[in-house]
């Protein structure tokens, strides 16, 4: 049986995977997460207005009754082309006959001094309870020691004005809201800010100007202050200072910069790579210089479409082009192994989405349609409860948003992950 | 204003600060956590069924609109009985009139060497989702080793007959049936084994002989195996060693061997302890020795009742008598605060339960009606519902529970909290 080994179990992998079902052909996934990550819903975590559990499902639930799949809870550690096998950390090697990269991306920094250091990705599960952790922390603080709370625990600095750093700022502007009206903290709101950072001119880059400007009014309506056409120079423990010089004095920054694919697994295969290290992959999508090897995702440079022009166009980062790139490779590994000719990947462009907040979304679609308000809000939290896996899920989630909606309350808002850290686990006990 | 400080925002605690609201006292709860844990449902964490967020409760969400109690989160180090404050860590110290120690216990470990070392006790949340995350390593470990499989990672030792060792044992079952039914593990059930190990001669003591002998039949029919009588001598990394000589290799014990007061804070609060270190207090709960404290839930040794023969026993580490005497500490400030002579506790014994797995639980009422079965279980559901703290909280859990019954599926088996560990967060920038 031919055997396909599929690093990464995000969206791209995931999708792969799922087209291999009953196929003829053995697959193994291998993530170094024993669950697969919604990363759209992540900032809802960092932002204590879901669950961890809301946004991660156990891959082997996934593919518990497929008798031709398997996962590898293991972490890789590179490709050994020559004897075609997957190696991995502290157990044997995987052959294969097919391989898909999809160990996704990792935040990207520009090296900014003190960015990797000191600021809070976003990309993760663990980047989304670490945030969340810090910020009730610092609401915590602020509360505490009152005479400090205007030196920086309030004051949060969001870089990165696309979906990502709209959305966090946003939600962190309605996490204030509710701190103050319903969790008897005792500041005031007002001594809380936040400032979203971006060196471009506007937000939302890839949406239209409108959807910009709207975004824009809408989070100042919230309270948040925008730096538009602003560097970051550095990031300290307790300052973050721009390039105008100014310094603004915080405690926390979140890190929605952008992603790079470099320091990733996918960077160290020793294959073609582009633009922010980005495999280089040919039309149907299979690893430039390698037999039977395919990137799809975040890790791959995937062409918009076969023809000329569209080839120089490299898809965005988005989960669509991870589940149409991952589907698109698995067919062209059935295609292989059914002796047929590979066929070219191209790209259906289904719009873009970001909210801002409650009642507040814009969703721009290919052919100019804008959608936003109330029922662009409607459209996202509808969208993201389809693609979220398992029913289960669906209607835990549906429940958190309509409570949080109708109580104007928020979710989850407990410190857990400090104190983790803190207490060590058995020495000994915990070999995996 | 009269101010009142509650240490602990457990059963004890909350009961206490929530028989306050809106009387003519001042009062700051005080906790380590920003959340209640709901306790009894620690085991359901641990063995993958809930999600840590269905049994926390963030506690400014329960006093948030409440004018007169506010939340502190801080560690206490100490009371100053001279100066009437409560010391804590990092900052300033809190003034009262009256003080309620409600600091809850610990696992005990009766000083076997290795116990504190490498067994998983389970009395927080932090304990609950480490045991969680170890557990399921495990698995995984089992499932890419297939030769080490019998070795220990499949071998689970329970520690403890009392109600959390027979839930644990019983869910851990249900976790291992589950994983190879539905999660495409490549070991054999039967390769699993769980044992429980008890020092008496049966499971339940607090029970009647009947549940006991009940609790033993279910879980033998559900693969748990039984050492009773036999005490554990040592525990280390690989192994458990009992008393008769038998070394059972595993990788995983869980301590549900009781608890005990000695090295909470409550012990070093140098007032005189009984039993466990127990606090010891008169009929009305107050502290014996100190003028306006009280010691409540399991942190005291509180008596039965009033009369001779009720004040020599002291009522079980329960949430019904945290709750009760909660309430009845904040009645006698209440009641000294108006001028008014305190009364004497009395508890209200409304029955044990414990549940031992998927429609098996035996609830004993004080008359000595006992119910047990699928209908011991939907009491033990609906009872617990009831208590658990929060409306979506209640509707989360009841859908995780109807899930799990319909499905024969399990719940969020997501491996978090090592990753954690092994991330640390930017230094400097988390100084709480």
Redesign the interface.
Request: hydrophobic fraction near 45%; charge should be negative.
């Given at each position: 049986m031919h055997r396909v080994v599929i690093v990464g179990a995000g969206f791209a992998g995931l999708s792969a995977a799922r087209a291999l079902i009953g196929k003829p052909v053995e697959v193994t996934v291998i993530d170094q997460?024993?669950?697969h990550t919604f990363q759209p819903m992540l900032y809802e975590v960092a932002t204590a207005g879901l669950?961890?559990?809301?946004v991660?499902?156990?891959i082997?639930?996934i593919?518990?009754?497929?008798a031709n799949?398997?996962?590898?809870?293991?972490t890789v550690t590179g490709v050994d082309w020559e004897r075609r096998q997957v190696t991995l950390e502290d157990?044997d090697p995987l052959p294969f006959d097919s391989v898909v990269v999809a160990s996704g991306a990792t935040a990207r920094y520009f090296g900014i001094p003190g960015a990797a250091?000191?600021?809070?990705p976003l990309y993760t599960?663990?980047d989304a309870?670490?945030l969340r952790d810090?910020v009730?922390?610092r609401l915590?603080?602020a509360?505490?020691?009152p005479a400090r709370a205007t030196e920086g625990p309030l004051t949060f600095v969001v870089v990165g004005g696309g979906p990502t750093g709209v959305e966090v700022a946003g939600a962190l502007a309605e996490l204030l809201d509710v701190?103050v009206r319903?969790?008897?903290?005792?500041f005031d709101r007002s001594t809380g800010r936040i400032i979203l950072v971006d060196g471009l001119d506007r937000l939302l880059t890839p949406f239209k100007p409108s959807a910009a400007s709207y975004a824009a009014d809408t989070l100042r309506g919230r309270g948040v202050e925008l730096r538009l056409g602003r560097m970051v120079r550095a990031v300290?423990?307790?300052c973050v200072e721009l390039d105008d010089g100014t310094r603004i004095p915080t405690?926390?920054v979140v890190w929605a910069g952008g992603v790079t694919v470099e320091g990733t697994i996918a960077a160290e295969l020793g294959t073609a790579t582009g633009s922010n290290g980005r495999l280089t992959v040919d039309a149907d999508l299979s690893l430039v210089g390698h037999d039977g090897a395919y990137a799809i995702g975040d890790a791959a440079a995937v062409p918009w479409g076969p023809e000329p022009a569209e080839r120089d166009r490299v898809c965005p980062q988005l989960a669509q082009v991870a589940i149409q790139s991952g589907a698109h490779a698995a067919a062209q590994i059935l295609n292989r192994v059914a002796g047929r000719p590979t066929e070219p990947f191209r790209y259906h462009d289904k719009g873009i989405m970001a909210t801002i907040g409650r009642r507040a979304a814009v969703t721009e679609f290919p052919n100019g349609l804008m959608v936003r308000g109330t029922l662009g809000w409607l459209a996202w939290l509808g969208l993201h409860l389809v693609y979220l896996i398992g029913f289960?899920n669906k209607?835990?989630v549906l429940?958190?948003w309509s409570?949080r909606y109708l109580s104007w309350?928020s979710?989850?808002?407990?410190?857990?992950?400090?104190?983790?850290?803190a207490?060590?686990?058995?020495?000994?006990?915990?070999?995996?």
């Amino acid at each position: 049986m031919h055997r396909v080994v599929i690093v990464g179990a995000g969206f791209a992998g995931l999708s792969a995977a799922r087209a291999l079902i009953g196929k003829p052909v053995e697959v193994t996934v291998i993530d170094q997460r024993n669950f697969h990550t919604f990363q759209p819903m992540l900032y809802e975590v960092a932002t204590a207005g879901l669950d961890s559990g809301d946004v991660a499902y156990p891959i082997r639930v996934i593919f518990g009754k497929a008798a031709n799949v398997a996962f590898r809870f293991a972490t890789v550690t590179g490709v050994d082309w020559e004897r075609r096998q997957v190696t991995l950390e502290d157990s044997d090697p995987l052959p294969f006959d097919s391989v898909v990269v999809a160990s996704g991306a990792t935040a990207r920094y520009f090296g900014i001094p003190g960015a990797a250091e000191f600021s809070f990705p976003l990309y993760t599960l663990t980047d989304a309870r670490r945030l969340r952790d810090h910020v009730l922390r610092r609401l915590e603080d602020a509360d505490s020691n009152p005479a400090r709370a205007t030196e920086g625990p309030l004051t949060f600095v969001v870089v990165g004005g696309g979906p990502t750093g709209v959305e966090v700022a946003g939600a962190l502007a309605e996490l204030l809201d509710v701190a103050v009206r319903h969790d008897g903290f005792g500041f005031d709101r007002s001594t809380g800010r936040i400032i979203l950072v971006d060196g471009l001119d506007r937000l939302l880059t890839p949406f239209k100007p409108s959807a910009a400007s709207y975004a824009a009014d809408t989070l100042r309506g919230r309270g948040v202050e925008l730096r538009l056409g602003r560097m970051v120079r550095a990031v300290t423990g307790d300052c973050v200072e721009l390039d105008d010089g100014t310094r603004i004095p915080t405690e926390t920054v979140v890190w929605a910069g952008g992603v790079t694919v470099e320091g990733t697994i996918a960077a160290e295969l020793g294959t073609a790579t582009g633009s922010n290290g980005r495999l280089t992959v040919d039309a149907d999508l299979s690893l430039v210089g390698h037999d039977g090897a395919y990137a799809i995702g975040d890790a791959a440079a995937v062409p918009w479409g076969p023809e000329p022009a569209e080839r120089d166009r490299v898809c965005p980062q988005l989960a669509q082009v991870a589940i149409q790139s991952g589907a698109h490779a698995a067919a062209q590994i059935l295609n292989r192994v059914a002796g047929r000719p590979t066929e070219p990947f191209r790209y259906h462009d289904k719009g873009i989405m970001a909210t801002i907040g409650r009642r507040a979304a814009v969703t721009e679609f290919p052919n100019g349609l804008m959608v936003r308000g109330t029922l662009g809000w409607l459209a996202w939290l509808g969208l993201h409860l389809v693609y979220l896996i398992g029913f289960r899920n669906k209607i835990v989630v549906l429940i958190n948003w309509s409570w949080r909606y109708l109580s104007w309350s928020s979710g989850p808002r407990v410190i857990v992950s400090d104190e983790l850290q803190a207490k060590s686990p058995p020495e000994g006990a915990d070999q995996g």
